[in-house]
């Protein structure tokens, strides 16, 4: 949650050419920007959620015929 919030203040504080070389107006632009960094960091989040599932989860048992 640290990362969005610090992210986020990092592009509400972007100079306007930085964020208006993104997408015209300037408002979707910062829309832009704000939503692949929530992007980003839900695909990291997911991956390590992945990642310990399957580092922890025991393959199951063989079924008897």
Same mark, same amino acid.
């Given at each position: 949650?640290?990362?969005?919030?610090?992210?986020?203040?990092?592009?509400?504080?972007?100079?306007?050419?930085?964020?208006?070389?993104?997408?015209? /107006?300037?408002?979707?632009?910062?829309?832009?920007?704000?939503?692949?960094?929530?992007?980003?960091?839900?695909?990291?989040?997911?991956?390590?959620?992945?990642?310990?599932?399957?580092?922890?989860?025991?393959? /199951?048992?063989?079924?008897?015929?």
């Amino acid at each position: 949650m640290c990362v969005v919030a610090l992210g986020s203040l990092v592009i509400a504080f972007l100079p306007a050419d930085v964020v208006g070389a993104v997408a015209k /107006p300037l408002w979707r632009g910062a829309f832009l920007l704000t939503m692949t960094l929530y992007g980003a960091v839900l695909l990291v989040s997911g991956g390590i959620s992945f990642w310990l599932y399957l580092r922890h989860t025991e393959a /199951p048992a063989p079924e008897a015929e």
